[in-house]
């Protein structure tokens, strides 16, 4: 893997991105902006499950107003996704927006950029210069997507850091994931900032989540890529969740199970696919690193995942438990489920 980037650090809230500190996992609520109250609901719900940032639509000034009230009920930073009115940015600061997302050349005038970023710059605010394929400026329409990405976010890198800002993170995100990759790429050794990596509109989680973790994970294991958001059609919980698993299984993070299961074959004489759903939801509930192996043979199971922490090894009418691969226990298979989720919570 190559881990040679190291990326300037950026603060949001209490949050380093950047500068080696481990990739960060956002995502970014479904609610209006403009409820607080469910808005506030869906962010306690994502700081359950290890959301790191939070990002929120800003449409209207509505929407900016409500940043005051829904900052004093959530724990983790908000990030303010601004489009096209620099007063929106404007606002959300004055609300106490812990960061922006916004395209400047979709604010327009230079004078408009100036204030936003003097007022970020006031309050140690970063922002994110967030471009998406599907929404660049009409420029040479000989260079691919990539490319044209890559120099609009650098000619937008120049303005801010022309008004003296260089609290800066970058992101350049498509569906394609060759073009999002090839764009990271291109930007990676050209800018000091740190990346914000994701495949955007990637889909609903059974077909997204493949999609991200190809491109998320191609990025990360070139080194690329400081926090990370899994775009899904779904509840922002399965990108968080979505996040871990990509990182976990690059060994960047370590954050909650880890669930190592067999295919099955036509050897096994349990149920190991309904044994592992069910430890697979269970383990949604615990917090802390432990790796959990659900295997279907008795004989092979145990050598195949000798470094799980707890494991069962599934066999007709009994199962083997096993701890860093040495046999604790046999039991009977309608304890087979009870007998693991002992071992594990047990520790």
Excluded: W
Aim: glycine letters at 10%; aromatic letters at 4%.
């Amino acid at each position: 893997m190559n881990t040679g980037r190291t990326s300037r650090a950026v603060r949001i809230g209490d949050v380093t991105i950047g500068g080696g500190a481990p990739v960060a996992v956002q995502s970014m609520t479904k609610t209006d902006t403009r409820d607080a109250k469910a808005t506030v609901a869906q962010i306690r719900e994502l700081e359950e499950c290890g959301c790191e940032i939070v990002r929120v639509a800003v449409p209207d000034a509505e929407a900016a107003r409500a940043i005051a009230e829904i900052r004093k009920g959530i724990r983790i930073p908000l990030v303010a996704d601004i489009h096209f009115d620099y007063r929106l940015a404007l606002m959300a600061l004055e609300s106490g927006a812990d960061g922006l997302r916004l395209n400047p050349g979709n604010i327009g005038e230079e004078e408009k950029v100036k204030a936003v970023a003097l007022a970020a710059k006031e309050r140690g605010v970063p922002i994110r210069i967030g471009l998406n394929a599907g929404s660049l400026p009409k420029t040479d329409p000989t260079l691919g997507v990539a490319e044209r990405m890559v120099n609009s976010a650098l000619e937008q890198i120049r303005l801010l850091e022309s008004l003296d800002f260089d609290l800066i993170k970058v992101s350049l995100k498509a569906f394609d994931v060759p073009t999002t990759i090839e764009a990271y790429r291109m930007i990676a050794d050209r800018v000091p900032y740190p990346l914000h990596i994701g495949i955007t509109e990637s889909g609903t989680p059974r077909k997204g989540i493949i999609r991200s973790a190809v491109g998320i994970g191609t990025l990360l294991y070139l080194g690329i890529g400081d926090t990370i958001r899994v775009s899904l059609t779904g509840h922002p919980r399965e990108e968080v969740l979505a996040g871990y698993e990509i990182l976990k299984s690059l060994n960047l993070r370590q954050y909650g199970p880890v669930l190592v299961s067999c295919p099955t074959c036509g050897r096994a004489e349990a149920d190991v696919v309904k044994l592992a759903e069910a430890v697979e939801a269970a383990l949604e509930k615990i917090d802390r690193p432990v790796k959990v192996a659900v295997m279907g043979c008795v004989v092979n199971g145990p050598g195949e995942a000798m470094d799980a922490d707890v494991g069962i090894a599934c066999g007709k009418g009994k199962g083997v438990i096993f701890k860093k691969g040495k046999k604790v226990a046999v039991v009977v298979e309608k304890d087979f489920f009870t007998a693991l989720m002992r071992e594990v919570e047990g520790g």
